[in-house]
């Protein structure tokens, strides 16, 4: 009996989940390949790698702000001898280093660079070494003149292959005694592969990478996933941003890419590109998982009640039966005493059965034996 209850209800169960697996299956199967859907997917995986890094340059901005409000920071350009004030900024930028790296202004990228420049562009002193001391940084990145004459915080990109510079950086003008802007402390952060890794990762999980507009020729400075963001991939992408219009499009493979401006980094005209690939049939089976990890539990709950209901049911049977073989035997005087829902009820109009035909009175059945 317990292996028919089971072969049934687990029959049954098995059926039901193997039916909702591949009509669910069928179901998803248009969806996840649906071009339309992968381009949301996408430009909702550039926009949050976008609001990432521009909150990213937000905290860095106000980070910097603070310390070249300093009077660490003020004391530099307030030496008399250049020689002084350089090795004074190379001092100060490497404590200041060392402070960005346990501040969570950083926790998105560590600080690498920080720099200081005169009012004319020209660097004092960076952390770590004497690189960048007398060059004219103003000349390299426009933006730091900017910052200069306006005299305010804030975010640029500093890209160069032939100076091999790829950052992120923030502005913090330093102001002497009189109010006017004698300098700027540069702080820049590493806009590599393995940022736009880890961003990926905590975001949206799609291929990222930055794309320049104004580059001679498309390609990505940095990606999350080698080998994605290619340069025919990328060419529409930075043709249509070029043009005024939506950065989008689909390559042979269905995979889609889409993307936006880089917001908050000053003058440099970047995109944050994001690609997103079909899904295969293999994640569709990944995402409904969890309705055969479902019907499997079934069936071990099958086996359980099977086994659990077929000796709830079994067992007083073959009570009454040992029972019955004995009376067959010549035991007359055994009468059943069985205490079971469905089942106590059949042996008392047994009991009572017997004692009729036997022409036994009611009242003896109490000193009878019982099986």
Sequence with gaps: MRAKIIWVNGG????????????????????????????????????????????????????????????EVSLIYSAGLETARQERAMTTANRLKDAAQHDPAFSGA???????????GIGLGRNGSTLMRGENMGAAYPGLLKALSTGRAASDLWISQTRQEQFA?????????????????????????????????????????IALVD?????AIAVSTPGILGPTALEPVVAAARGGGAGTSQGADGRVYVGRPLLGYGDQKALVVASVAPRSADSADAVLGPVLLSGAL???LVVIGGILLGNYISRPVAEIEEGLLLLINGHRDLRFDLEHDELGGLTSRINALLNALLEVDEGSEDDAPRP
């Design 298 to 300: 079934g069936l071990v």
């Design 12 to 71: 049954i169960m098995a059926t039901v989940t193997l039916l909702t697996f591949f009509l669910v299956r069928s179901s998803l199967a248009p969806l996840l390949n649906d071009s339309a859907e992968i381009a949301k997917a996408a430009s909702r995986a550039a926009q949050a790698a976008q609001v990432s890094l521009s909150l990213d340059a937000s905290r860095a901005e106000r980070w910097v702000a603070e310390q070249a409000a300093s009077e």
């Design 169 to 209: 950086v923030a502005y913090g003008p330093v102001r002497g005694q009189d109010g006017q802007v004698v300098g700027v402390l540069v702080v820049g952060t590493p806009l590599n592969d393995e940022r736009l890794r880890a961003i990926s990762d905590v975001t949206s999980g799609a291929t990222l990478g």
């Design 110 to 120: 560590p600080a690498s660079l920080v720099l200081f420049v005169n009012a004319d």
């Design 215 to 219: 580059a001679p020729a498309p390609g």
